[in-house]
C-alpha cells in the first residue's frame, strides 16, 4: 500500500447532501473543492432537491444534509441544526404566482402547485391560508405547469423567485414580506443539520468547517459564484449573483438571536395550527 492509499485510508468519510441550487453550491464551494480542509476528514457530496433530502432525513441517510425547517421536527431525534448555512429571506421568501392577476385571499380559492408538503414554503402557505388546497409538484415543473394551464397558481421556491416574470406570471403573495409583517421576523427556509451520533466534538469539527466554507465563498466571491453558475439553472450571472447574495450573506454564518427566534416561533406556529403534529424541540451544534 502506498503512502498516499494508507493516508487515505485513515481519512473519515462525512456525507454532505445539498440541493443542487446556486446558493447551496456557493455555501458549500470550499469544501467540495478542498479549498478548507479538515484534518483526519474528507468531505463526500450528494446533490438531491430539497423535498428529496426532507424525506432522506427521516432515515437519518446522510451525516450533514440541507433540510427545510419544516421538516426539522421529524428529524429533531437523530438531528440537530448547525448554527450557520442557514437560507433566510428578509422581508422576501416564496412567492405564490399565477398568470393573471391575483388577490392574496384568492388564493384558497384554488388548488395551488407546491413543491412538497415538507417545505417551509408549504407551511408558510399552511400559516397563510390554512384552508388551502394543494398538490405536489417537483419544483422545476411548478412554472411550466402554471403557464399550461394546468394550475391556476404555483409556490415557487428557489430562482424561480427572481424569473418568474420572464414567464409572463405575476406574484400574488411573497410569504417572505408576509412573515416580516406579522412578525417583524424574518422567513427562515432552510438549514443544515447533522447527525447527533456523531458526538459532540466531531458534530462541532464539521460545524466549523461548514462556517468556514461559507465565509470562504463571502471572502472569494468571484471564482464561488463561477463554481456555483454550473448550478445556475440558465440564470444570466448578475441574476445568479443576485439570488446567491439574497441567502448567502452574513446571516448565513450565524442566524443571530432573532434568527433563532424565527425557527422556533414558526415551528411551534406550524405546531398549533397543527401543520406540524410533533412538538419542536429546536437545538443547536454551539
Known amino acids: 500500500m502506498t503512502a498516499r492509499a494508507a493516508s487515505a485510508e485513515k481519512l473519515r468519510t462525512i456525507t454532505i447532501a445539498h440541493s443542487p441550487d446556486s446558493d447551496d453550491a456557493f455555501m ?22 430539497i423535498e428529496t433530502l426532507n424525506r432522506k432525513a427521516l432515515e437519518a441517510h446522510y451525516d450533514v444534509t440541507a433540510i427545510s425547517f419544516h421538516a426539522y421536527p421529524y428529524l429533531q431525534q437523530n438531528y440537530a441544526l448547525l448554527p450557520s448555512g442557514g437560507s433566510v429571506g428578509e422581508g422576501y421568501g416564496p412567492i405564490v404566482v399565477s398568470p393573471r392577476q391575483m388577490a392574496a ?43 399550461a394551464g394546468k394550475y391556476v397558481a404555483g409556490l415557487i421556491i428557489h430562482e424561480g423567485q427572481l424569473t418568474f416574470a420572464k414567464d409572463g406570471l405575476q406574484c400574488a403573495l411573497d410569504l417572505g414580506q408576509w412573515w416580516r409583517e406579522q412578525t417583524g421576523l424574518p422567513l427562515p427556509l432552510g438549514g443544515n443539520a447533522i447527525r447527533r451520533d456523531l458526538g459532540q ?13 461559507i465565509q470562504y465563498a463571502l471572502d472569494h466571491r468571484t471564482e464561488a459564484l463561477e463554481h456555483a453558475m454550473q448550478y445556475a439553472r440558465e440564470l444570466d450571472k448578475a441574476t445568479a449573483n443576485r439570488f446567491v447574495g439574497m441567502y448567502v450573506n452574513q446571516r448565513t454564518l450565524d442566524y443571530g438571536e432573532d434568527g433563532r427566534r424565527a425557527i422556533r416561533l414558526l415551528l411551534q406556529r406550524g405546531y398549533e395550527k397543527g401543520v406540524i403534529t410533533p412538538r419542536p424541540q429546536v437545538d443547536f451544534v454551539d
Open 201 to 213: 466534538e466531531l458534530m462541532r469539527t464539521v460545524s466549523k468547517a461548514l462556517k468556514d466554507s
Open 28 to 49: 458549500f464551494y470550499a469544501l467540495a473543492k478542498d479549498k478548507v480542509r479538515v484534518p483526519g476528514l474528507r468531505f463526500e457530496h450528494t446533490l438531491c432537491d
Open 105 to 147: 385571499n384568492e388564493i384558497s380559492r384554488h388548488v395551488i402547485a407546491v413543491p412538497g408538503t415538507m417545505t417551509t414554503a408549504y407551511l408558510a402557505l399552511k400559516l397563510f391560508a390554512p384552508e388551502v388546497r394543494t398538490e405536489t409538484v417537483p419544483f422545476d415543473q411548478i412554472m411550466p405547469q402554471v403557464v
